[in-house]
C-alpha cells in the first residue's frame, strides 16, 4: 500500500501515485461516507479530500510554530512521511512494510530531483511550478502525471532492485579494453562527425555514453563540457530506463524483445518535455487566469494521434519519434561558478533491447538560462538581506552590485524584446522596481522592497520558461539534431558494437561474480564505491531464475539480497550520526562497513569528524542530493591545497568467520579494488 | 537547507506532554481548551496548548482514519512525539530529536499506566476529580519519570536499584526473606522493599515495581489513610492493576519472582565474606537457636557457619520451590492447615526452618532479628515487641476504619484458582468469603478491565515495605496485624544496616566505560559518573542510545561495534542483556580503513575480560 502526493498549501493535489492497494484503500474510505448512488467521486477528488485536513494543519504548524510535520507512524505500521519545497508539500505513504521512513524520505527527494531536471528554474517560482505540475487541461494533466508516476515507479524498481541504484553510484560495465576502445570511437567518430554537421540545427553535443541495460559501457565528454554530476547521471539513468526498459531484472522469466529484436521496447508511456503551444499568461496574480482557446496542438504527434486522443483511450499515447529530444536541465561547474539546472536536449537512441546511447546536447539559446540564473541569484540574495533587515545600501551591496545588476538586466530586457519572448510583463515589473528602488524620493532599499524582488522572480521564472520548457511557435526549424542524424549516429555506433551486443548483454548481468575472488573464504557479497567519482563495483547479485549467481537462486540469494539491502539502510543511519565504521554481528552473518579518505597518490588520511545531521535531513546519497560532495567540502577544509577522495566499502562474511580474518578481507578489498590505474584489479 | 549540527547534546528531558479528550470537543462552537485536561509545561500560553494540542490532534485522527488504526509516533523537526490515542482520548509526549523514538514511546506507556495503577480508569478519573487534582497527579508522575540523573536511565527506562556492589549480599538475601515471609499471609500478593527510592528487593514485575515507587518516593497527595496505632508508619492507598499483571502475580508467585533478586547475593556471598556476614552468620547460632524451634533441623544452619565452605546449600533450589503461603505456625490468623501441606512436610519444614531464621513470623522474629543485629536491634527489637501489643488493643479501632472503605473484590477472586496449582489456593478460597458479584470497578466493557487491590506500605525511615494486598487484607485486623509484626523488627534491623552502608568512595576512574542493561530485571550497571556535564560520556551516551534502539528494531543483531572520529564503542545483546563498551585513551587517530590491528576491534575481548569484574558475563 503504497502512496506518493504532491499538495499545494491550499491543498489542491499537484501530482499523486498510489499502487491498486492504496487505491483500493482510499475508495472503500470515501465510499463508506458518500451517500449511495452518487456513485464514486473522481479519485483525485477522494485523496485530496481524505489528505486535506493533514495538508492543511501543516501549513497551520508552518505558519504559527515554524514547525512542520516530518512523519507519521500507526500501530499496524502505515508511515507517513512529510516533506515541503517551498509551497509544495510531499507526502510519502507506506502501508505494507516494505519502505521505512528513510526509503519514503528519499523518495521524495528523488522525486522532486526529477521535478527539476524535467522543468528546472520553473522549480523555484512554486506559482508557475504548481501550474506546470497541474495543467487545467485534464488530458495534458493526465499525461504528464501518467510520465512522471513512470517515472517514479522506474525509480522505485531499480532501488529495490540495482545495486548501483541502492548505494546511488554509477556502475561501469568492467571491460577495460572495449571500454578505451568506445570512448575513442565516441571522441573521434560520433561526437566530432555530429557536431561538425550542419544537421544539428545549432546544437553541440557535449556528452556521450552507452547504457547496458543500467551499467555505463563508456563516457565522453566533449572538451569544453563542464563534467556531469553523477546526481544528474543517475537520473538521466532512470529516464533512459523509462523509456527502453530493460526487464531483465524482473521476475519475468520470458521477456519478450527477443521475438522484435530491433524494435525499442516500449512499456511505459513517456511524455514529451514539450508544451501545446499557447498565450502565455506571465503575470501570475490570481486576477490573470489562463484562457485557452482551442484543442492543443502538439507539434511531434501527427494529426491521426491528435484524434485519438480525444478518445479516453488516448491516455495511452504512443511514444512521441524517438527523434524528439527530451529537455532536461542540469547542472554546469565553470570556471566563474556553478549554474545548476541549465537546459539541455537529451537523446537518447536505442541500440538493441538493453543497450541505448546517450548524448546530451547544449542548445543554442543556454546563455539565456544563465542570465536568468544570475538575476534570480541576485534577487534572492537581495530579498535575504533585506529580509533580515538590513536597508539602504547595506541591502543593496554584494556580489554583482545591484547597480551592476540593474544595466545587465535592462540590456538583457532590451535584448529579449525583438525576440518572440514575452517580455512586457517583466518589463513592467521592472520599471516599478527600479522606480521603488533607485528613485530619488523613492523608498529605495527597504523591508517593502521584498513583494518586488519576489515578483521579480516569478518574471524571470516566467522567461525561463517560455524559452525552455516550450517549443518555439513556429514549427519550421526545429531546434534539434536532424532525425537522419541521429540515425546515422544510431547506425555508427550498432555497427561498432554488434560483435560484442550479445557478450556485453550477458557481461552486465554477471560484471563481476564472486568466483574471482578465491582467496577471500567466507566473503559472501561486498559493495566498493568511490564516491569522489560517483561509481561503485559489486559482484552481482541475480535472484531471478534466468540468471543464478554463485549464491543460487531463489530463497537463499533473496534473503542475501534482502541482508545487503538493509545493511546499506543501516549503515546510513550509523554515519548520518557521525559513524563511519560499523560492524555488525547478525544473525549467520558478520556485516563490516567503512569510510575513509584519501589523497589523489592514495595515502590514506586520517578519520576526521563527520557532521551529525537531523532525522529529517535530506537522504545521504547521491542521486537526489550529493551528501558525499558535502562531506567531501567539510573534510577538505583540513586539507586544503589536496585533492581529498572519499571511499566506502562493505561486506558480508559467514559469522563463523574469525574477526581478524574478516578484517584482513576488507583491508585487502580496500586496498585492492581501487590501486592507481583505477581499474580494478580482476 | 542543510546545517551542520555537530554538538548535538542529547536531552533526555520531555518537552511537551499533554492529555486531550476530543469528545468535550465535537460541535463546530466548543472551544478546542476545553478538550485539554492537562499540558505540561503548564506555563504555556493557552492558544499555544490549543494550537498544539487541536494540530496534533486533527492531523493524528486524520492519519489513523486513513490506515484504520491509531497513531503511535508523530515526528515534528524539532520534537518526537509519542502519541497513545484510546477512544475519544489523545495523549501526547514530546522529546527532543535525540531521544531515541523507543524510549519515548515507553515513557507515555509509563506514564498512563502510572496514572491508571494509582486512579483506575482515566476517563472515570475525570468524572469522579476535579482537573485541578488530576493536574497535580499526572505532574507528579512525569516528574518522578524524570527525576535521575543519568540519561542512560531513560534510554532504558530501568529501575533504580540500590548499589549491589557496596551492600552485602546477605542483606539482599535478608530482603527478600521479610517479602516471602510477608508472603504467608494468603492476602499478600506480592511486595517490594526499597529504601531511599531505590529498589532493594522486589517480588514483582518491574512495570509493577516502578508503579509502586512512585507512591514510595513521594507522599502521595491522594492523602492516604494511615494506621495511628502503628505510629503512623504503615499507610494505603487503592492501586488499580490490569488483569494481565494480576494473573501474573497470581500465576507463578514464587518461580519467577524470588529467584531474581536472590541469585547474584548468593554467588556473591561464597565467593567473598566479609566482616558482616561473618557477623550475622556467627550470632544466629549461638544467641537465636534455644528460641528457634525450627532452625535446628534446618539444613541451612551449617551455611551460616563460619566455615561457610558448603554453598551448595545456598543454591536456588530450595528458593525456586513454591513457598508455603499456608503458614504452619500457630499464631498466623485463622489459619488452617491444608491437607497438601502436610504431605509436603519434608520440603516445607526445610523451607521454613531457613526462614524462620530470620524475618520468621510472629515472636520468633523478635529474638531472632535482635539478635541478628546486635545492639541496636535490641532496641528496634524491643519496640517492636512492644508495638505489636499495644496493636493488640488499637487495632480493632484502626482496621474498622477499613472496614468502611468499599469492598471492590469481585471476579477477581474466582481467578485465584489459577494460582499455580499451589496447594495453597484451595485453603485460601475456603476463607475467602464469596465476592459480592458485579461491584467490579472495571470501567467499560470494551476497556481492559483494572482489578482494584491495596497497596500497603510500611515505612522504617528510609525503608519502606511496599506489599500489593487484596482490598479486604485492611479490614482483617488479624492479617494485618500479622503482617505488621512479622515484619517490624526484620525491617527495622534492614534500615540500620543500609542506612550505615557509606555511598560508597566513586570509583577510581577508569580506562573504560560501560553500560549493562538488565533487560528481564529492568535493571542497569554503569561506572557513568552521572556528572552534569560529563563531556567525555556523550559519545558513549549517544552510541549507546543509537545501537539500544537498533537492538530493540533488529531481532537478529547480536554485537555492534560503531566508530565516530572520537569513540569507538562496542554493544553486544543477548535474550536477557544488552551491554556497551568504551575504552578510553588508546589510540583513536585512524585512518577509518579496514584494519585488524584497529584498537576498536579489540573492544570485545577488552569488554569480556573487563567487565568480568563488574559481575558482567559477556561469554
Same mark, same amino acid.
Not at chain 1, 491516455?315 to 570556471?335: D, G, N, Q, Y
Not at chain 2, 483506575?120 to 493536574?135: H, I, M, P
Not at chain 2, 505510629?231 to 500465576?251: A, D, N, P
Given at each position: 500500500m503504497k502512496c506518493l502526493l504532491i499538495a499545494s498549501e491550499s491543498a489542491e493535489v499537484l501530482f499523486q501515485w498510489t499502487d491498486p492497494e492504496f487505491q483500493q484503500n482510499v475508495q472503500e474510505q470515501y465510499g463508506a461516507s458518500q451517500e449511495e448512488g452518487h456513485g464514486l467521486p473522481a479519485f483525485e477528488d477522494s485523496i485530496s479530500t481524505l489528505f486535506a485536513p493533514i495538508i492543511i494543519s501543516c501549513s497551520t504548524m508552518v505558519d504559527r510554530l515554524c514547525d512542520s510535520y516530518t512523519s507519521f507512524t500507526t500501530e499496524n505500521n502505515h508511515i507517513y512521511v512529510l516533506h515541503q519545497f517551498d509551497e509544495c508539500l510531499y507526502i510519502a505513504v507506506n502501508g505494507d512494510g516494505e519502505e521505512g521512513e528513510g526509503d519514503l524520505r528519499r523518495k521524495i527527494y528523488v522525486m522532486k530531483k526529477m521535478i527539476e531536471v524535467m522543468f528546472g528554474m520553473v522549480t523555484l517560482s512554486s506559482n508557475l511550478l504548481r501550474r506546470e505540475l497541474r495543467p487545467q487541461d485534464t488530458e495534458q494533466r493526465a499525461r504528464l502525471w501518467k510520465h512522471l508516476q513512470s517515472l517514479l515507479e522506474t525509480y522505485s524498481q531499480l532501488r529495490e532492485n540495482d545495486q548501483s541504484f541502492l548505494v546511488e553510484a554509477v556502475e561501469r560495465l568492467i571491460h577495460p579494453t572495449l571500454c578505451e576502445q568506445c570512448i575513442e570511437f565516441l571522441e573521434r567518430r560520433l561526437v566530432q562527425q555530429l557536431n561538425g554537421s550542419v544537421e544539428r540545427a545549432g546544437e553541440e553535443v557535449l556528452h556521450a555514453f552507452i547504457l547496458i541495460h543500467t551499467k555505463l559501457l563508456a563516457f565522453y565528454s566533449s572538451r569544453n563540457a563542464s563534467s556531469l554530476s553523477t546526481s544528474d547521471l543517475l537520473t538521466l539513468i532512470i529516464m533512459a530506463q523509462n523509456m527502453y526498459p530493460s526487464n531483465i531484472d524482473l521476475d519475468d522469466p520470458h521477456p519478450e524483445w527477443e521475438s522484435n529484436l530491433g524494435l525499442p521496447h516500449q512499456r511505459h508511456v513517456s511524455y514529451p518535455l514539450c508544451h501545446p503551444h499557447q498565450h502565455l499568461h506571465l503575470c501570475v496574480s490570481a486576477a490573470d487566469k489562463p484562457v485557452r482557446g482551442s484543442t492543443p496542438v502538439f507539434e511531434f504527434v501527427d494529426p491521426d494521434v491528435q484524434m485519438a486522443e480525444d478518445s479516453l483511450q488516448a491516455l495511452e499515447v504512443p511514444p512521441p519519434a524517438p527523434s524528439t529530444p527530451r529537455r532536461v536541465f542540469l547542472e554546469v561547474s565553470l570556471k566563474d561558478g556553478l549554474y545548476p539546472m541549465m537546459p539541455h536536449s537529451m537523446y537518447c537512441l536505442p541500440l538493441w533491447p538493453g543497450i541505448?546511447?546517450?548524448?546530451?546536447?547544449?542548445?543554442?539559446?543556454?546563455?539565456?538560462?544563465?542570465?536568468?540564473?544570475?538575476?534570480?541569484?541576485?534577487?534572492?540574495?537581495?530579498? =535575504?538581506?533585506?529580509?533580515?533587515?538590513?536597508? #539602504?545600501?547595506?541591502?543593496? +551591496?554584494?556580489?554583482?552590485?545591484?547597480?551592476? &545588476?540593474?544595466?545587465?538586466?535592462?540590456?538583457?530586457?532590451?535584448?529579449?524584446?525583438?525576440?518572440?519572448?514575452?517580455?512586457?510583463?517583466?518589463?513592467?515589473?521592472?520599471?516599478?522596481? =527600479? !522606480? +521603488?528602488?533607485?528613485?530619488?524620493? #523613492?523608498?529605495?532599499?527597504?523591508?517593502?522592497?521584498?513583494?518586488?524582488?519576489? !515578483?521579480?522572480?516569478?518574471?524571470?521564472?516566467?522567461?525561463?520558461?517560455?524559452?525552455?520548457?516550450?517549443?518555439? #511557435?513556429?514549427?519550421?526549424?526545429?531546434? +534539434?539534431? @536532424?532525425?537522419?542524424l541521429q540515425e546515422r549516429a544510431q547506425t555508427m555506433m550498432q555497427e561498432k558494437l554488434m560483435d560484442w551486443k550479445d557478450f556485453l548483454l550477458v557481461k552486465s548481468k554477471r560484471n563481476i561474480t564472486m568466483v574471482s575472488y578465491p582467496d577471500f573464504p567466507g566473503l559472501i557479497h561486498f559493495i566498493c564505491v568511490d564516491r569522489s567519482t560517483g561509481q561503485m563495483i559489486a559482484p552481482s547479485l541475480?535472484?531471478?531464475?534466468? !540468471?543464478?549467481? /554463485? *549464491?543460487?537462486? %531463489? $530463497?537463499?540469494?533473496?534473503?542475501?539480497? @534482502?541482508? &545487503?539491502?538493509?545493511?546499506?539502510?543501516?549503515?546510513?543511519?550509523?554515519?548520518?550520526? %557521525?559513524?563511519?565504521t560499523v560492524t555488525l554481528r547478525d544473525g549467520d552473518f558478520y556485516f563490516c562497513y567503512f569510510l575513509w579518505f584519501e589523497n589523489e597518490t592514495g595515502y590514506k588520511l586520517e578519520a576526521g569528524d563527520i557532521p551529525i545531521l537531523p532525522d529529517d535531513s535530506a537522504p545521504i546519497g547521491m542521486l537526489a542530493w550529493d551528501y558525499y560532495r558535502k562531506l567531501l567540502r567539510y573534510y577538505s577544509k583540513n586539507h586544503q591545497g589536496e585533492v581529498v577522495k572519499c571511499y566506502e566499502l562493505l561486506t558480508v562474511h559467514l559469522g563463523v568467520i574469525p574477526t581478524e580474518i574478516i578484517l584482513q578481507h576488507c583491508r585487502q578489498l580496500a586496498s585492492k579494488l581501487w590501486e592507481p590505474s583505477r581499474n580494478p584489479l580482476l | 537547507r542543510y546545517r551542520y549540527n555537530i554538538n548535538i547534546l542529547p536531552s533526555s528531558k520531555c518537552n511537551y506532554f499533554f492529555l486531550y479528550d476530543g469528545s468535550k470537543v465535537k460541535g463546530e462552537g466548543d472551544a478546542t481548551r476545553e478538550?485539554?485536561?492537562?499540558?505540561? $509545561?503548564? /506555563?504555556?500560553?493557552?492558544?499555544?496548548?490549543?494550537? *498544539?494540542?487541536?494540530?496534533?490532534? %486533527?492531523a493524528g485522527r486524520c492519519v489513523s482514519e486513513l490506515s484504520a488504526s491509531p497513531v503511535r509516533i508523530l515526528r515534528l523537526r524539532r520534537n518526537n512525539f509519542a502519541i497513545r490515542m484510546k477512544d475519544d482520548f489523545f495523549w501526547a509526549l514530546g522529546c527532543s530529536a535525540e531521544v531515541p523514538t523507543i524510549s519515548a514511546c515507553e515513557l507515555l506507556d509509563q506514564l498512563i499506566n502510572l496514572f491508571c495503577f494509582y486512579n483506575g480508569s482515566v476517563r472515570q478519573s475525570y468524572q469522579l476529580y476535579s482537573q485541578e487534582t488530576l493536574a497535580a497527579r499526572w505532574a507528579q508522575y512525569l516528574s518522578h519519570l524524570q527525576s535521575g540523573s543519568l540519561e542512560l536511565q531513560h534510554i532504558f527506562s530501568c529501575l533504580r536499584t540500590i548499589d549491589s556492589t557496596n551492600v552485602d549480599p546477605l542483606l539482599l538475601l535478608k530482603a527478600a526473606l521479610i517479602l516471602q515471609a510477608c508472603q504467608r499471609c494468603p492476602l499478600v500478593l506480592a511486595g517490594c522493599i526499597l529504601f531511599r527510592g531505590r529498589v532493594v528487593s522486589t517480588q514483582m514485575s518491574p512495570e509493577l515495581t516502578m508503579k509502586v515507587m512512585v507512591h514510595e518516593s513521594e507522599?502521595?497527595?491522594?492523602? $492516604?489513610?494511615?494506621?495511628?496505632?502503628? %505510629?503512623?508508619?504503615v499507610s494505603s492507598t487503592t492501586v488499580f492493576l490490569t488483569m494481565s499483571e494480576l494473573q501474573y502475580l497470581q500465576s507463578a508467585p514464587v518461580d519467577k519472582d524470588f529467584r531474581y533478586s536472590h541469585r547474584t547475593p548468593h554467588k556473591n556471598t561464597s565467593k567473598k565474606k566479609t566482616r558482616l556476614s561473618r557477623t550475622l552468620s556467627d550470632t544466629p547460632s549461638t544467641e537465636s537457636e534455644p528460641s528457634d524451634t525450627g532452625s535446628s533441623q534446618s539444613p541451612l544452619k551449617g551455611s551460616f557457619s563460619p566455615h561457610f565452605s558448603d554453598s551448595s546449600v545456598f543454591s536456588p533450589d530450595p528458593l525456586d520451590s513454591p513457598p508455603p503461603p499456608q503458614p504452619l505456625q500457630p499464631p498466623f490468623p485463622n489459619g488452617k492447615l491444608s491437607p497438601e501441606a502436610e504431605e509436603e512436610a519434608l520440603e516445607e519444614s526445610y523451607y521454613y526452618s531457613f526462614h524462620s531464621n530470620e524475618g520468621g513470623v510472629s515472636q520468633l522474629h523478635n529474638e531472632g532479628d535482635s539478635s541478628l543485629f546486635e545492639g541496636n536491634s535490641y532496641l528496634n527489637g524491643g519496640g517492636g515487641g512492644g508495638g505489636g501489643g499495644d496493636g493488640d488493643a488499637a487495632c480493632g479501632a484502626v482496621f474498622d476504619f477499613r472496614g468502611a472503605e468499599e469492598s471492590h473484590h469481585d471476579t477477581v477472586f474466582t481467578k485465584e484458582a489459577s494460582r499455580g496449582g499451589c496447594e495453597s489456593v484451595q485453603g485460601r478460597q475456603a476463607e475467602i468469603p464469596d465476592p459480592p458479584p458485579g461491584s467490579g470497578a472495571s470501567d467499560s466493557p470494551e476497556e481492559c478491565p483494572l482489578v482494584p487491590m491495596m497497596l500497603y506500605l510500611h515505612r522504617v525511615k528510609g525503608l519502606v515495605l511496599a506489599l500489593l494486598v487484596e482490598p479486604h487484607f485492611l479490614s482483617d485486623t488479624a492479617s494485618m496485624e500479622e503482617v505488621y509484626h512479622s515484619s517490624l523488627a526484620s525491617l527495622n534491623g534492614l534500615e540500620a544496616h543500609l542506612r550505615t552502608i557509606c555511598p560508597g568512595a566513586p570509583d577510581a576512574p577508569r580506562p573504560y566505560i560501560f553500560a549493562h542493561f538488565d533487560c528481564i530485571q529492568s535493571t542497569l550497571t554503569t561506572n557513568l559518573s552521572g556528572r552534569p556535564g560529563g563531556a567525555p560520556e556523550r559519545p558513549f551516551v549517544r552510541a549507546t542510545s543509537l545501537l539500544h534502539s537498533h537492538f530493540c528494531n533488529t531481532e537478529t543483531l547480536q554485537e555492534a561495534i560503531i566508530r565516530s572520529a572520537g569513540a569507538a564503542v562496542y554493544g553486544s545483546r543477548s535474550v536477557a542483556q544488552e551491554t556497551y563498551f568504551q575504552q578510553h585513551g588508546g589510540s583513536l587517530r585512524n585512518s577509518g580503513i579496514p584494519n585488524h590491528q584497529d584498537s576498536a576491534f579489540l573492544l570485545p575481548s577488552k569488554a569480556r575480560h573487563r567487565l568480568l569484574k563488574h559481575g558482567v558475563n559477556l561469554l
Amino acid at each position: 500500500m503504497k502512496c506518493l502526493l504532491i499538495a499545494s498549501e491550499s491543498a489542491e493535489v499537484l501530482f499523486q501515485w498510489t499502487d491498486p492497494e492504496f487505491q483500493q484503500n482510499v475508495q472503500e474510505q470515501y465510499g463508506a461516507s458518500q451517500e449511495e448512488g452518487h456513485g464514486l467521486p473522481a479519485f483525485e477528488d477522494s485523496i485530496s479530500t481524505l489528505f486535506a485536513p493533514i495538508i492543511i494543519s501543516c501549513s497551520t504548524m508552518v505558519d504559527r510554530l515554524c514547525d512542520s510535520y516530518t512523519s507519521f507512524t500507526t500501530e499496524n505500521n502505515h508511515i507517513y512521511v512529510l516533506h515541503q519545497f517551498d509551497e509544495c508539500l510531499y507526502i510519502a505513504v507506506n502501508g505494507d512494510g516494505e519502505e521505512g521512513e528513510g526509503d519514503l524520505r528519499r523518495k521524495i527527494y528523488v522525486m522532486k530531483k526529477m521535478i527539476e531536471v524535467m522543468f528546472g528554474m520553473v522549480t523555484l517560482s512554486s506559482n508557475l511550478l504548481r501550474r506546470e505540475l497541474r495543467p487545467q487541461d485534464t488530458e495534458q494533466r493526465a499525461r504528464l502525471w501518467k510520465h512522471l508516476q513512470s517515472l517514479l515507479e522506474t525509480y522505485s524498481q531499480l532501488r529495490e532492485n540495482d545495486q548501483s541504484f541502492l548505494v546511488e553510484a554509477v556502475e561501469r560495465l568492467i571491460h577495460p579494453t572495449l571500454c578505451e576502445q568506445c570512448i575513442e570511437f565516441l571522441e573521434r567518430r560520433l561526437v566530432q562527425q555530429l557536431n561538425g554537421s550542419v544537421e544539428r540545427a545549432g546544437e553541440e553535443v557535449l556528452h556521450a555514453f552507452i547504457l547496458i541495460h543500467t551499467k555505463l559501457l563508456a563516457f565522453y565528454s566533449s572538451r569544453n563540457a563542464s563534467s556531469l554530476s553523477t546526481s544528474d547521471l543517475l537520473t538521466l539513468i532512470i529516464m533512459a530506463q523509462n523509456m527502453y526498459p530493460s526487464n531483465i531484472d524482473l521476475d519475468d522469466p520470458h521477456p519478450e524483445w527477443e521475438s522484435n529484436l530491433g524494435l525499442p521496447h516500449q512499456r511505459h508511456v513517456s511524455y514529451p518535455l514539450c508544451h501545446p503551444h499557447q498565450h502565455l499568461h506571465l503575470c501570475v496574480s490570481a486576477a490573470d487566469k489562463p484562457v485557452r482557446g482551442s484543442t492543443p496542438v502538439f507539434e511531434f504527434v501527427d494529426p491521426d494521434v491528435q484524434m485519438a486522443e480525444d478518445s479516453l483511450q488516448a491516455l495511452e499515447v504512443p511514444p512521441p519519434a524517438p527523434s524528439t529530444p527530451r529537455r532536461v536541465f542540469l547542472e554546469v561547474s565553470l570556471k566563474d561558478g556553478l549554474y545548476p539546472m541549465m537546459p539541455h536536449s537529451m537523446y537518447c537512441l536505442p541500440l538493441w533491447p538493453g543497450i541505448s546511447l546517450v548524448m546530451l546536447t547544449k542548445i543554442p539559446t543556454s546563455a539565456v538560462a544563465m542570465s536568468v540564473y544570475m538575476f534570480l541569484e541576485a534577487f534572492a540574495k537581495l530579498e =535575504k538581506r533585506l529580509s533580515e533587515g538590513q536597508e #539602504g545600501s547595506a541591502a543593496s +551591496r554584494g556580489q554583482p552590485t545591484i547597480h551592476d &545588476v540593474r544595466s545587465k538586466l535592462d540590456k538583457f530586457i532590451k535584448a529579449l524584446g525583438p525576440s518572440e519572448i514575452q517580455s512586457a510583463q517583466l518589463q513592467n515589473v521592472w520599471t516599478e522596481f =527600479k !522606480n +521603488r528602488a533607485f528613485s530619488r524620493g #523613492g523608498p529605495g532599499f527597504n523591508r517593502d522592497l521584498i513583494p518586488w524582488c519576489k !515578483n521579480m522572480k516569478t518574471q524571470l521564472c516566467g522567461i525561463y520558461r517560455q524559452c525552455f520548457l516550450i517549443e518555439s #511557435g513556429k514549427a519550421d526549424i526545429p531546434q +534539434r539534431l @536532424s532525425p537522419s542524424l541521429q540515425e546515422r549516429a544510431q547506425t555508427m555506433m550498432q555497427e561498432k558494437l554488434m560483435d560484442w551486443k550479445d557478450f556485453l548483454l550477458v557481461k552486465s548481468k554477471r560484471n563481476i561474480t564472486m568466483v574471482s575472488y578465491p582467496d577471500f573464504p567466507g566473503l559472501i557479497h561486498f559493495i566498493c564505491v568511490d564516491r569522489s567519482t560517483g561509481q561503485m563495483i559489486a559482484p552481482s547479485l541475480n535472484i531471478t531464475e534466468r !540468471n543464478t549467481s /554463485e *549464491l543460487g537462486k %531463489g $530463497p537463499v540469494a533473496q534473503f542475501i539480497k @534482502s541482508k &545487503v539491502w538493509s545493511l546499506v539502510s543501516t549503515t546510513r543511519r550509523y554515519l548520518q550520526k %557521525g559513524y563511519s565504521t560499523v560492524t555488525l554481528r547478525d544473525g549467520d552473518f558478520y556485516f563490516c562497513y567503512f569510510l575513509w579518505f584519501e589523497n589523489e597518490t592514495g595515502y590514506k588520511l586520517e578519520a576526521g569528524d563527520i557532521p551529525i545531521l537531523p532525522d529529517d535531513s535530506a537522504p545521504i546519497g547521491m542521486l537526489a542530493w550529493d551528501y558525499y560532495r558535502k562531506l567531501l567540502r567539510y573534510y577538505s577544509k583540513n586539507h586544503q591545497g589536496e585533492v581529498v577522495k572519499c571511499y566506502e566499502l562493505l561486506t558480508v562474511h559467514l559469522g563463523v568467520i574469525p574477526t581478524e580474518i574478516i578484517l584482513q578481507h576488507c583491508r585487502q578489498l580496500a586496498s585492492k579494488l581501487w590501486e592507481p590505474s583505477r581499474n580494478p584489479l580482476l | 537547507r542543510y546545517r551542520y549540527n555537530i554538538n548535538i547534546l542529547p536531552s533526555s528531558k520531555c518537552n511537551y506532554f499533554f492529555l486531550y479528550d476530543g469528545s468535550k470537543v465535537k460541535g463546530e462552537g466548543d472551544a478546542t481548551r476545553e478538550g485539554i485536561c492537562y499540558f505540561y $509545561p503548564e /506555563e504555556t500560553p493557552l492558544d499555544k496548548q490549543e494550537l *498544539l494540542c487541536g494540530q496534533l490532534a %486533527g492531523a493524528g485522527r486524520c492519519v489513523s482514519e486513513l490506515s484504520a488504526s491509531p497513531v503511535r509516533i508523530l515526528r515534528l523537526r524539532r520534537n518526537n512525539f509519542a502519541i497513545r490515542m484510546k477512544d475519544d482520548f489523545f495523549w501526547a509526549l514530546g522529546c527532543s530529536a535525540e531521544v531515541p523514538t523507543i524510549s519515548a514511546c515507553e515513557l507515555l506507556d509509563q506514564l498512563i499506566n502510572l496514572f491508571c495503577f494509582y486512579n483506575g480508569s482515566v476517563r472515570q478519573s475525570y468524572q469522579l476529580y476535579s482537573q485541578e487534582t488530576l493536574a497535580a497527579r499526572w505532574a507528579q508522575y512525569l516528574s518522578h519519570l524524570q527525576s535521575g540523573s543519568l540519561e542512560l536511565q531513560h534510554i532504558f527506562s530501568c529501575l533504580r536499584t540500590i548499589d549491589s556492589t557496596n551492600v552485602d549480599p546477605l542483606l539482599l538475601l535478608k530482603a527478600a526473606l521479610i517479602l516471602q515471609a510477608c508472603q504467608r499471609c494468603p492476602l499478600v500478593l506480592a511486595g517490594c522493599i526499597l529504601f531511599r527510592g531505590r529498589v532493594v528487593s522486589t517480588q514483582m514485575s518491574p512495570e509493577l515495581t516502578m508503579k509502586v515507587m512512585v507512591h514510595e518516593s513521594e507522599t502521595h497527595t491522594k492523602a $492516604p489513610s494511615t494506621f495511628s496505632s502503628f %505510629g503512623g508508619v504503615v499507610s494505603s492507598t487503592t492501586v488499580f492493576l490490569t488483569m494481565s499483571e494480576l494473573q501474573y502475580l497470581q500465576s507463578a508467585p514464587v518461580d519467577k519472582d524470588f529467584r531474581y533478586s536472590h541469585r547474584t547475593p548468593h554467588k556473591n556471598t561464597s565467593k567473598k565474606k566479609t566482616r558482616l556476614s561473618r557477623t550475622l552468620s556467627d550470632t544466629p547460632s549461638t544467641e537465636s537457636e534455644p528460641s528457634d524451634t525450627g532452625s535446628s533441623q534446618s539444613p541451612l544452619k551449617g551455611s551460616f557457619s563460619p566455615h561457610f565452605s558448603d554453598s551448595s546449600v545456598f543454591s536456588p533450589d530450595p528458593l525456586d520451590s513454591p513457598p508455603p503461603p499456608q503458614p504452619l505456625q500457630p499464631p498466623f490468623p485463622n489459619g488452617k492447615l491444608s491437607p497438601e501441606a502436610e504431605e509436603e512436610a519434608l520440603e516445607e519444614s526445610y523451607y521454613y526452618s531457613f526462614h524462620s531464621n530470620e524475618g520468621g513470623v510472629s515472636q520468633l522474629h523478635n529474638e531472632g532479628d535482635s539478635s541478628l543485629f546486635e545492639g541496636n536491634s535490641y532496641l528496634n527489637g524491643g519496640g517492636g515487641g512492644g508495638g505489636g501489643g499495644d496493636g493488640d488493643a488499637a487495632c480493632g479501632a484502626v482496621f474498622d476504619f477499613r472496614g468502611a472503605e468499599e469492598s471492590h473484590h469481585d471476579t477477581v477472586f474466582t481467578k485465584e484458582a489459577s494460582r499455580g496449582g499451589c496447594e495453597s489456593v484451595q485453603g485460601r478460597q475456603a476463607e475467602i468469603p464469596d465476592p459480592p458479584p458485579g461491584s467490579g470497578a472495571s470501567d467499560s466493557p470494551e476497556e481492559c478491565p483494572l482489578v482494584p487491590m491495596m497497596l500497603y506500605l510500611h515505612r522504617v525511615k528510609g525503608l519502606v515495605l511496599a506489599l500489593l494486598v487484596e482490598p479486604h487484607f485492611l479490614s482483617d485486623t488479624a492479617s494485618m496485624e500479622e503482617v505488621y509484626h512479622s515484619s517490624l523488627a526484620s525491617l527495622n534491623g534492614l534500615e540500620a544496616h543500609l542506612r550505615t552502608i557509606c555511598p560508597g568512595a566513586p570509583d577510581a576512574p577508569r580506562p573504560y566505560i560501560f553500560a549493562h542493561f538488565d533487560c528481564i530485571q529492568s535493571t542497569l550497571t554503569t561506572n557513568l559518573s552521572g556528572r552534569p556535564g560529563g563531556a567525555p560520556e556523550r559519545p558513549f551516551v549517544r552510541a549507546t542510545s543509537l545501537l539500544h534502539s537498533h537492538f530493540c528494531n533488529t531481532e537478529t543483531l547480536q554485537e555492534a561495534i560503531i566508530r565516530s572520529a572520537g569513540a569507538a564503542v562496542y554493544g553486544s545483546r543477548s535474550v536477557a542483556q544488552e551491554t556497551y563498551f568504551q575504552q578510553h585513551g588508546g589510540s583513536l587517530r585512524n585512518s577509518g580503513i579496514p584494519n585488524h590491528q584497529d584498537s576498536a576491534f579489540l573492544l570485545p575481548s577488552k569488554a569480556r575480560h573487563r567487565l568480568l569484574k563488574h559481575g558482567v558475563n559477556l561469554l
